[in-house]
């Protein structure tokens, strides 16, 4: 693990090559990345035997700022409950031996509860409690499954962006955050969109895992950059990976359900009927007509439905997610993970 800094001449040097190819650069094999241990995905299991899965962020290195660090979201979710979209976790401290996080997810029966966790000093194991408002506190055990890495690259602004007084005190600034799965394929594809950089503002990706069983291994590649307009934007994709020892085998979303006739009208009735409930403007284009690629995201229960920006509707109305439940399906099912 390597921890590079500026020296008081490099931003001259760095600013003339930026100049000129600015997009070109391979910011994953910079020689002045900072680069360290980010996080991992702990699983944790209750006193009761009631498993969970949690994602938990380590201190950032000097060099790279607060706001830069957060973009490792803390998450938590138990695979018996789970819709597709994790809990984000907020610390309630910070720098001290025991962590404090707590859950803010209005959809939740968790909303509110606090996550007091202390990890082993190699990080592999950890203990905790759960409290949760008005319930009685629950002990647990964390180990460690899967690391993350973190790199957070800065350049001066841009010549098309020096006159932005955001940027010219910022500068550029390119920040990932991914797994290590140990199969050369699938690290491979994604640290590829890891290092994905089209924006002249700011680059932010994230590879996170959106689920995970003995079976199953699920994952949401967020591609996120700003050049300077009123906001940023971004898209995601998914992956799925079929387990059987160390072999890792991509999986579409023909291996999930039928896609037959029948199954995508059945399917995408309930579909467009949650989005219409959301109010998105274009609902009825929430199919899975022409949508076997769609980001999704398989759990025990069922399967989550995951909308890009600007797919339904316009920006303000956000990417949208439909989780449809397995008995909904019914037989359309073909395979879902066991918890």
């Known amino acids: 693990m390597k921890a590079l800094t ?12 930026y100049a000129d190819v600015p997009r070109k650069e391979d910011f994953m094999a910079a020689r002045d990345r900072i680069e360290w241990n980010a996080g991992a995905l702990y699983d944790g299991r209750f006193e009761d035997g009631v ?39 907020f610390a309630v401290n910070a720098g001290d ?52 890495t973190g790199i957070v690259v800065t350049r001066p602004a841009p ?11 910022k500068g550029f600034v390119f920040s990932t955050f991914f797994p290590t799965l140990g199969d050369p394929a699938a690290d491979a594809w994604i640290r590829g969109r890891a290092g994905i950089c089209r924006d002249e503002g700011e680059c932010s990706n994230n590879v996170r895992i959106q689920w995970r069983s003995p079976s199953l291994v699920s994952l949401t590649s967020m591609v ?12 995601f994709e998914t992956r799925q990976y079929r387990l059987d020892g160390r072999t890792m085998t991509p999986l579409g979303l023909d291996a999930f359900i039928d896609l037959g006739d029948d199954c995508r009208a059945t399917i995408s009735a309930y579909m467009v009927a ?26 025990s229960n069922g399967i ?9 509707g316009g920006y303000a109305y956000g990417a949208p997610t439909v989780f449809v439940p397995r008995a909904q399906m019914g037989a359309c099912v073909k395979y879902l993970p066991a918890d």
């Not at 949650?274 to 609902?283: D, E, G, H, I, N």
């Open 159 to 169: 010549p098309d962006l020096v006159d932005n007084s955001y940027y010219k005190q």
């Open 274 to 299: 949650k989005l219409r409930a959301k109010a998105m403007p274009q609902a009825d284009k929430g199919t899975l007509d022409g949508r076997d690629a769609a980001p999704f995201t398989p759990t």
């Open 51 to 89: 498993a969970f899965e949690i994602e938990l962020a380590y201190p950032a290195p000097a060099g790279v700022s607060k706001r830069d660090a957060d973009g490792f979201v803390q998450t938590v979710w138990e695979p018996r409950h789970y819709q597709g979209e994790p809990s984000g976790l």
């Open 224 to 235: 996120w950059g700003d050049s300077g307009g009123a906001h940023g934007d971004g898209y």
């Open 97 to 148: 031996a025991t962590m404090r996080l707590k859950v803010l997810d209005e959809h939740s029966a968790e909303n509110g509860a606090i996550y007091t966790i202390t990890l082993a000093p190699d990080r592999a194991t950890g203990r905790g409690t759960l409290t949760v408002p008005a319930g009685k506190p629950r002990s647990f055990t964390l180990r460690r499954s899967v690391p993350y």
């Open 6 to 17: 500026f020296g008081i001449l490099l931003p001259v040097a760095a600013y003339a090559a």
């Open 304 to 312: 989550a439905f995951h909308f890009n920006l600007y797919e339904l």
